[in-house]
């Protein structure tokens, strides 16, 4: 049964144009960070050319500040970006499930305490919290993946714990708890299968916030100038001229799109997601 | 739809050319000068950096001398003067005709006030190098004798052409002066005005004792960003900024015929901080290879693009005249190695990592501000060539105020160190003159007062304690090699180069700036007419090394086309970008209606 | 409704409390101290008496706790204090800043609402229509890009390329223009800032009114006045826009409170003298006071719309108060 729940929303996912649309600009940048090192002419790291080299034959994107083949840089960035995305909207889908579970399930006191702990979590400023935590944690891969999971978990609790509600007034999970069934099944059978599709939709969503959040940080010099993510090199891009000469064309233009088309990746994943998980939205005929 | 996007795109076009046509109107009488940081009041207790923020607030202030171009001090407020043999007396004659902005003259009295009024309301770099006068005793209206209780080589330099004279009559009644926000003084502009954050205003001294300026109104609007600045100059929008142009946008400004480019040497000195009381930096031979191991010639052509001077490994600046000119910078990884396989750091456990003497592994951390590009590179080059003779290291970018919470705790030298390495930049203060070499290696935390390394070596402080007690000039400047020479060898930092300042201005609106060497063209001299005739010509002006760049008109053309392939290559994106829009609609419209088609 | 009313200030009350506790420590928390930025880059000159006489001046020698103390009591006098690194009250700073900041991010949020608002009934309205799916796909693209990035991209073609609007800045305010060409100047700053901000929000207004909307539509009063065959203008504009304004209202309250935080990002790009440009160099340079008085302004603001959009959520759409209450 719950095999071929999931077999419709695979169907559903895929025979809709914006969903598909974004699951092969996924697939298609998962690759890329699969195959980067076979993709990419150089290695990032390695100095190979004369600094602020236009693009050429040998580097078809230029070379940057201290002559590293820019294209190599962004076809590994691929995989920072990505990993930055996914692992920070993993950790804070995993803290909003866990979250809105339990607020969810148990309600009452529990409820009370949980919810306004997400209130204060929404309630801070974003940046300037960020700005704090990113100086006084300083800046590496893990701390800009703590610093956005840290923040960005609130807003998914809420939303799942309204999905552990709806799910409670159905009234297995009551008839269940009545007979007695142990909080493990209940959580297996009842609650998990109506909350992972939710938790599904919240990550890819989050996911797509999170690069975006990293290039902001790197902009502000508040990410970490060794990862070489897509936003670091548009720091360097930025900090070294790049926005005032031609420059811009291959060294500012380029980690922009990518970092656009992959967070579009993401949202049409996730906006499709989300279209199936609420039928109501479907076209009506 | 698309239509109507369309005419949006028209309405907007048509809105932007109109407001184009309100743009095109200037003062011809008033100077635009960007800098990148609010400065406070503009009095010598509140503004903020020593550049641009001191040459604004001696815009409004005179000093009794003035550094020339090449920093040498020379009579201004000081008509004539004379000082005693054993440099203990200075008699000075001020001008007779110099006036407060609000008519008061400017008399002796004045300058005995400020004098002491800077020792009862200490700041501390107007104040600690008065400490050594003794008695000021003042005859008339323009006469006035300082008695030293010991001889002060640079007395000349500081205090006496850093200080600025305050006018009696206004801060006799201030008794917080670190909250005052009186800027009148006696120099060549007045303070009109001052936005926070937004701007500066000054009008032109008329009655200035040096004749009237030549700029009528001087308006420094503070841009923050840089970026930001440098498009604003090229925009037109500033006719001169304070900031440097950054070494990969010099070609550029050259190129833009409306722009004038000067370059001459920088006194701001980057080094590789060594904390010299952690083993294994304790080891001479240690930091003598972490020198060897360090190409600082490529440095400047990979980071700076070859705008700045390798540095000098006894740190003093080359166009200084006590430069020791026998020292050369080195590089020899195989000399590294050797230096630390002879002092006993080798790799026993092959895993491509030196272990100290004792066999223990050593894994080192350097420490870099994460907002300062050049820097991080400089950091991330070396590094890898610390890697690569087999000393095991990282480094680590922080915000400049926790990197300086570990490297300089309470920026008291007394209160210890917490790091390995660091990339570390002293502003060109520490270059104007030798002795600062006592600050920055004596042992003792009250005299090395910037001694950032704990660097402690008994030679060094008897070197250090000749120096402060040697008047003579030439055995100062004997001294002063043979400091130099002792500091490259025992190596407790290692100098990488002083950056180059690249000043640009639009030459039609003004042109009469001076280069100040080690500083830039955004200084007193620049604004002042003064007496001289040779000035003037901003390439003889800026001394001898100075280069006029804007002769590079080879690439003059191609940077204008590239300008417009810019252009046409966003047009191109984004007609490319439009035209798979419409191609995507047109597949998906065929493919028909399923149930899900959005 | 009273007890709904008093037992959610409560709570904020405990919130304000917590961040209010929160803005204390974390600067605080931060490592290195503020001493450069209160005496000037000669601190390596100094005597450490000199040092401690700056730190005793501005209280920073004080234990933790009488810091704490002198901060909440300055809260409740309205006394922000001085700015460490301006050396000037903070109110006349925030005053400065204040005008700019809401001139930019609130007439963003106006008109990054309005036209979202619009695009979303449009929309929702043509549901499966290319029309909806244009506008998806093109207000998904907006949201995608980021802001410092479309900001950079367009002072590089309008200002830096082109000449036409000006590089920096809130207005050319040493010109002294006055009447009509102040406004002008100003409108001219405004315009890629403004721009920038409205092209990256205005998603997200959109995505909520669709949503909200389609979730009108398929309500049973509007089948049944389709199908009465009231005309299609009445239903879209009397019954449907209206009742999915709702959603939007509501997050309009709630990101009303974060405008006076400024656009941080943005105001960097553009130079722009906006609060969040000044919050963001207040934390760089560890000025308590400074970070402290942002930081506040802007929890206050948030947590005042929150309790606004509490407030009024219930009675413009009864349901929500059953369902919470």
């Not at chain 2, 190098?129 to 080589?153: C, F, H, R, Y």
């Not at chain 2, 043979?482 to 640009?504: H, N, S, T």
């Given at each position: 049964?719950?095999?071929?729940?999931?077999?419709?929303?695979?169907?559903?996912?895929?025979?809709?144009?914006?969903?598909?649309?974004?699951?092969?600009?996924?697939?298609?940048?998962?690759?890329?960070?699969?195959?980067?090192?076979?993709?990419?002419?150089?290695?990032?790291?390695?100095?190979?050319?004369?600094?602020?080299?236009?693009?050429?034959?040998?580097?078809?994107?230029?070379?940057?500040?201290?002559?590293?083949?820019?294209?190599?840089?962004?076809?590994?960035?691929?995989?920072?970006?990505?990993?930055?995305?996914?692992?920070?909207?993993?950790?804070?889908?995993?803290?909003?499930?866990?979250?809105?579970?339990?607020?969810?399930?148990?309600?009452?006191?529990?409820?009370?305490?949980?919810?306004?702990?997400?209130?204060?979590?929404?309630?801070?400023?974003?940046?300037?919290?960020?700005?704090?935590?990113?100086?006084?944690?300083?800046?590496?891969?893990?701390?800009?993946?703590?610093?956005?999971?840290?923040?960005?978990?609130?807003?998914?609790?809420?939303?799942?714990?309204?999905?552990?509600?709806?799910?409670?007034?159905?009234?297995?999970?009551?008839?269940?708890?009545?007979?007695?069934?142990?909080?493990?099944?209940?959580?297996?059978?009842?609650?998990?299968?109506?909350?992972?599709?939710?938790?599904l939709s919240q990550f890819v969503l989050a996911a797509s916030h999170s690069i975006l959040i990293e290039a902001s940080l790197s902009f502000l010099g508040l990410g970490d100038p060794f990862t070489k993510s897509w936003?670091?090199?548009?720091?360097?891009?930025?900090?070294?001229?790049?926005?005032?000469?031609?420059?811009?064309?291959?060294?500012?233009?380029?980690?922009?799109?990518?970092?656009?088309?992959?967070?579009?990746?993401?949202?049409?994943?996730?906006?499709?997601?989300?279209?199936?998980?609420?039928?109501?939205?479907?076209?009506?005929? | 739809?698309?239509?109507?996007?369309?005419?949006?795109?028209?309405?907007?076009?048509?809105?932007?050319?109109?407001?184009?046509?309100?743009?095109?109107?200037?003062?011809?009488?008033?100077?635009?000068?960007?800098?990148?940081?609010?400065?406070?009041?503009?009095?010598?207790?509140?503004?903020?950096?020593?550049?641009?923020?001191?040459?604004?607030?001696?815009?409004?202030?005179?000093?009794?001398?003035?550094?020339?171009?090449?920093?040498?001090?020379?009579?201004?407020?000081?008509?004539?003067?004379?000082?005693?043999?054993?440099?203990?007396?200075?008699?000075?004659?001020?001008?007779?005709?110099?006036?407060?902005?609000?008519?008061?003259?400017?008399?002796?009295?004045?300058?005995?006030?400020?004098?002491?009024?800077?020792?009862?309301?200490?700041?501390?770099?107007?104040?600690?190098?008065?400490?050594?006068?003794?008695?000021?005793?003042?005859?008339?209206?323009?006469?006035?004798?300082?008695?030293?209780?010991?001889?002060?080589?640079?007395?000349?330099?500081?205090?006496?052409?850093?200080?600025?004279?305050?006018?009696?009559?206004?801060?006799?009644?201030?008794?917080?002066?670190?909250?005052?926000?009186?800027?009148?003084?006696?120099?060549?502009?007045?303070?009109?005005?001052?936005?926070?954050?937004?701007?500066?205003?000054?009008?032109?001294n008329e009655d200035y004792f040096k004749g009237a300026p030549p700029i009528n109104e001087l308006i420094f609007p503070i841009i923050e960003d840089t970026t930001a600045m440098y498009n604003a100059l090229q925009a037109?929008?500033?006719?001169?900024?304070?900031?440097?142009?950054?070494?990969?946008?010099?070609?550029?400004?050259?190129?833009?015929?409306?722009?004038?480019?000067?370059?001459?040497?920088?006194?701001?000195?980057?080094?590789?901080?060594?904390?010299?009381?952690?083993?294994?930096?304790?080891?001479?031979?240690?930091?003598?290879?972490?020198?060897?191991?360090?190409?600082?010639?490529?440095?400047?052509?990979?980071?700076?693009?070859?705008?700045?001077?390798?540095?000098?490994?006894?740190?003093?600046?080359?166009?200084?005249?006590?430069?020791?000119?026998?020292?050369?910078?080195?590089?020899?990884?195989?000399?590294?190695?050797?230096?630390?396989?002879?002092?006993?750091?080798?790799?026993?456990?092959?895993?491509?990592?030196?272990?100290?003497?004792?066999?223990?592994?050593?894994?080192?951390?350097?420490?870099?501000?994460?907002?300062?590009?050049?820097?991080?590179?400089?950091?991330?080059?070396?590094?890898?060539?610390?890697?690569?003779?087999?000393?095991?290291?990282?480094?680590?970018?922080?915000?400049?105020?926790?990197?300086?919470?570990?490297?300089?705790?309470?920026?008291?030298?007394?209160?210890?160190?917490?790091?390995?390495?660091?990339?570390?930049?002293?502003?060109?203060?520490?270059?104007?003159?030798?002795?600062?070499?006592?600050?920055?290696?004596?042992?003792?935390?009250?005299?090395?007062?910037?001694?950032?390394?704990?660097?402690?070596?008994?030679?060094?402080?008897?070197?250090?304690?000749?120096?402060?007690?040697?008047?003579?000039?030439?055995?100062?400047?004997?001294?002063?090699?043979?400091?130099?020479?002792?500091?490259?060898?025992?190596?407790?930092?290692?100098?990488?180069?002083?950056?180059?300042?690249?000043?640009?201005?639009?030459?039609?609106?003004?042109?009469?700036?001076?280069?100040?060497?080690?500083?830039?063209?955004?200084?007193?001299?620049?604004?002042?007419?003064?007496?001289?005739?040779?000035?003037?010509?901003?390439?003889?002006?800026?001394?001898?090394?100075?280069?006029?760049?804007?002769?590079?008109?080879?690439?003059?053309?191609?940077?204008?086309?590239?300008?417009?392939?810019?252009?046409?290559?966003?047009?191109?994106?984004?007609?490319?970008?439009?035209?798979?829009?419409?191609?995507?609609?047109?597949?998906?419209?065929?493919?028909?209606?399923?149930?899900?088609?959005? | 409704?009273?007890?709904?009313?008093?037992?959610?200030?409560?709570?904020?009350?405990?919130?304000?409390?917590?961040?209010?506790?929160?803005?204390?420590?974390?600067?605080?928390?931060?490592?290195?101290?503020?001493?450069?930025?209160?005496?000037?880059?000669?601190?390596?000159?100094?005597?450490?008496?000199?040092?401690?006489?700056?730190?005793?001046?501005?209280?920073?020698?004080?234990?933790?706790?009488?810091?704490?103390?002198?901060?909440?009591?300055?809260?409740?006098?309205?006394?922000?204090?001085?700015?460490?690194?301006?050396?000037?009250?903070?109110?006349?700073?925030?005053?400065?800043?204040?005008?700019?900041?809401?001139?930019?991010?609130?007439?963003?949020?106006?008109?990054?609402?309005?036209?979202?608002?619009?695009?979303?009934?449009?929309?929702?309205?043509?549901?499966?229509?290319?029309?909806?799916?244009?506008?998806?796909?093109?207000?998904?693209?907006?949201?995608?890009?980021?802001?410092?990035?479309?900001?950079?991209?367009?002072?590089?073609?309008?200002?830096?390329?082109?000449?036409?609007?000006?590089?920096?800045?809130?207005?050319?305010?040493?010109?002294?223009?006055?009447?009509?060409?102040?406004?002008?100047?100003?409108?001219?700053?405004?315009?890629?800032?403004?721009?920038?901000?409205?092209?990256?929000?205005?998603?997200?207004?959109?995505?909520?009114?669709?949503?909200?909307?389609?979730?009108?539509?398929?309500?049973?009063?509007?089948?049944?006045?389709?199908?009465?065959?009231?005309?299609?203008?009445?239903?879209?504009?009397?019954?449907?826009?209206?009742?999915?304004?709702?959603?939007?209202?509501?997050?309009?309250?709630?990101?009303?409170?974060?405008?006076?935080?400024?656009?941080?990002?943005?105001?960097?790009?553009?130079?722009?003298?906006?609060?969040?440009?000044?919050?963001?160099?207040?934390?760089?340079?560890?000025?308590?006071?400074?970070?402290?008085?942002?930081?506040?302004?802007?929890?206050?603001?948030?947590?005042?719309?929150?309790?606004?959009?509490?407030?009024?959520?219930?009675l413009l759409d009864p349901k929500v108060g059953s369902r919470n209450g």
């Amino acid at each position: 049964m719950v095999n071929s729940r999931w077999k419709k929303y695979w169907q559903v996912l895929t025979s809709n144009n914006i969903g598909l649309f974004g699951l092969i600009l996924l697939v298609i940048f998962l690759l890329i960070a699969i195959l980067a090192p076979i993709l990419a002419p150089f290695d990032p790291t390695d100095r190979v050319g004369a600094p602020f080299t236009k693009p050429n034959g040998q580097f078809l994107l230029g070379t940057n500040d201290v002559g590293q083949d820019i294209l190599s840089e962004l076809l590994y960035g691929t995989r920072i970006s990505l990993l930055i995305g996914v692992i920070a909207a993993f950790i804070s889908i995993l803290l909003g499930c866990l979250v809105g579970i339990v607020s969810g399930y148990y309600g009452g006191k529990v409820d009370a305490f949980l919810m306004r702990l997400v209130d204060l979590v929404l309630v801070i400023p974003f940046l300037p919290l960020m700005i704090l935590l990113a100086a006084f944690i300083g800046p590496s891969f893990w701390n800009i993946v703590l610093v956005i999971s840290l923040i960005s978990w609130a807003s998914p609790a809420r939303v799942i714990r309204s999905q552990v509600l709806t799910l409670k007034t159905k009234g297995y999970v009551e008839a269940a708890k009545s007979i007695g069934t142990n909080i493990k099944v209940i959580l297996a059978r009842h609650i998990l299968p109506g909350v992972i599709p939710i938790a599904l939709s919240q990550f890819v969503l989050a996911a797509s916030h999170s690069i975006l959040i990293e290039a902001s940080l790197s902009f502000l010099g508040l990410g970490d100038p060794f990862t070489k993510s897509w936003g670091t090199i548009l720091y360097y891009a930025q900090a070294r001229g790049a926005f005032l000469t031609d420059a811009w064309i291959w060294w500012v233009l380029p980690p922009g799109l990518l970092i656009t088309t992959l967070v579009i990746g993401f949202a049409f994943t996730g906006y499709s997601l989300e279209e199936i998980l609420n039928p109501r939205l479907r076209k009506e005929r | 739809m698309k239509r109507s996007f369309f005419s949006v795109g028209i309405i907007i076009l048509l809105l932007l050319s109109s407001f184009n046509l309100v743009l095109a109107e200037e003062k011809v009488q008033s100077l635009k000068v960007g800098i990148s940081k609010d400065e406070n009041g503009l009095n010598p207790y509140t503004y903020v950096t020593g550049y641009p923020g001191l040459d604004l607030v001696n815009l409004l202030y005179d000093t009794l001398f003035n550094l020339d171009e090449n920093n040498k001090p020379e009579p201004w407020l000081v008509k004539d003067f004379k000082v005693s043999k054993d440099g203990l007396t200075y008699e000075l004659t001020l001008h007779d005709n110099v006036k407060w902005h609000d008519g008061k003259p400017l008399t002796a009295d004045d300058v005995k006030f400020t004098m002491e009024y800077f020792i009862k309301y200490p700041k501390s770099r107007f104040t600690n190098t008065l400490k050594t006068i003794k008695s000021i005793e003042v005859s008339g209206e323009t006469g006035i004798t300082l008695n030293l209780s010991q001889a002060d080589p640079n007395f000349m330099i500081q205090p006496l052409a850093d200080l600025p004279i305050l006018p009696q009559h206004i801060w006799s009644e201030v008794s917080t002066p670190d909250d005052e926000t009186n800027a009148l003084g006696s120099g060549p502009y007045i303070l009109e005005e001052h936005k926070s954050g937004q701007y500066y205003k000054m009008k032109s001294n008329e009655d200035y004792f040096k004749g009237a300026p030549p700029i009528n109104e001087l308006i420094f609007p503070i841009i923050e960003d840089t970026t930001a600045m440098y498009n604003a100059l090229q925009a037109g929008e500033l006719d001169v900024i304070s900031s440097s142009i950054s070494p990969e946008l010099v070609e550029q400004f050259s190129s833009n015929p409306a722009l004038k480019v000067v370059r001459g040497p920088g006194y701001s000195t980057s080094l590789f901080q060594i904390n010299a009381e952690k083993y294994p930096m304790t080891e001479t031979a240690f930091r003598q290879a972490i020198d060897f191991a360090i190409d600082k010639e490529n440095l400047v052509k990979t980071v700076l693009l070859g705008y700045a001077e390798v540095g000098s490994p006894g740190f003093i600046h080359p166009s200084s005249s006590y430069f020791n000119s026998e020292l050369k910078p080195v590089f020899d990884k195989e000399k590294a190695k050797q230096i630390l396989e002879e002092a006993g750091f080798i790799d026993k456990d092959g895993d491509g990592f030196r272990e100290d003497q004792e066999g223990k592994k050593i894994d080192l951390t350097t420490l870099v501000y994460s907002g300062n590009p050049i820097r991080i590179r400089t950091a991330e080059l070396i590094s890898e060539a610390l890697n690569e003779v087999g000393i095991k290291n990282a480094v680590k970018a922080m915000d400049s105020t926790t990197v300086d919470s570990l490297m300089w705790p309470d920026f008291d030298v007394s209160k210890g160190r917490d790091y390995d390495l660091g990339v570390w930049s002293w502003s060109n203060t520490m270059q104007l003159f030798p002795d600062r070499m006592n600050d920055l290696f004596h042992s003792d935390p009250a005299i090395g007062s910037v001694n950032i390394g704990g660097y402690k070596n008994p030679e060094f402080d008897q070197l250090g304690e000749k120096l402060k007690q040697t008047y003579d000039e030439n055995e100062r400047l004997s001294l002063i090699k043979e400091i130099q020479a002792f500091v490259a060898e025992d190596a407790p930092i290692i100098p990488l180069y002083y950056q180059e300042i690249v000043g640009a201005f639009n030459p039609e609106k003004y042109d009469q700036y001076v280069f100040q060497v080690g500083k830039g063209i955004i200084n007193k001299l620049s604004f002042v007419s003064t007496e001289k005739s040779d000035l003037p010509d901003n390439e003889k002006a800026s001394s001898d090394t100075p280069v006029s760049t804007d002769s590079k008109t080879a690439n003059m053309s191609t940077d204008n086309d590239g300008n417009n392939t810019s252009l046409i290559v966003f047009g191109l994106i984004l007609l490319v970008a439009v035209i798979g829009f419409i191609l995507l609609r047109r597949k998906k419209k065929n493919k028909g209606n399923d149930d899900f088609d959005f | 409704m009273g007890k709904f009313i008093t037992g959610k200030l409560l709570q904020y009350f405990i919130v304000i409390f917590l961040m209010l506790t929160l803005n204390f420590l974390l600067p605080r928390l931060m490592p290195g101290n503020p001493l450069v930025f209160l005496a000037g880059e000669d601190v390596g000159f100094m005597s450490s008496a000199e040092k401690d006489a700056i730190l005793d001046k501005y209280g920073l020698n004080d234990s933790i706790l009488e810091q704490y103390g002198t901060y909440i009591k300055n809260i409740f006098t309205g006394d922000f204090g001085y700015s460490y690194q301006q050396k000037r009250p903070i109110s006349e700073l925030l005053m400065e800043r204040l005008p700019w900041t809401m001139l930019l991010t609130g007439l963003g949020l106006v008109l990054s609402t309005v036209i979202g608002v619009m695009f979303g009934a449009i929309s929702a309205w043509r549901r499966g229509t290319n029309t909806d799916a244009n506008l998806l796909t093109v207000f998904m693209f907006l949201s995608a890009m980021p802001s410092f990035w479309v900001g950079m991209i367009l002072v590089s073609i309008f200002s830096a390329q082109l000449g036409w609007l000006p590089v920096f800045g809130a207005e050319s305010a040493w010109s002294n223009y006055t009447g009509m060409d102040r406004f002008i100047d100003i409108g001219k700053h405004l315009i890629l800032p403004l721009a920038t901000l409205i092209l990256i929000s205005v998603t997200s207004t959109f995505m909520i009114m669709r949503y909200s909307m389609l979730n009108v539509l398929g309500e049973d009063y509007i089948m049944m006045a389709k199908a009465k065959g009231v005309k299609e203008k009445v239903i879209k504009y009397k019954h449907a826009m209206r009742n999915a304004l709702l959603p939007v209202a509501t997050v309009f309250m709630l990101s009303l409170g974060f405008t006076l935080g400024g656009a941080t990002v943005i105001e960097t790009v553009f130079a722009y003298p906006g609060v969040g440009r000044l919050m963001f160099e207040s934390v760089l340079s560890r000025d308590y006071p400074l970070i402290q008085a942002t930081f506040l302004i802007i929890t206050f603001s948030v947590v005042i719309a929150n309790f606004l959009a509490d407030l009024i959520y219930p009675l413009l759409d009864p349901k929500v108060g059953s369902r919470n209450g």
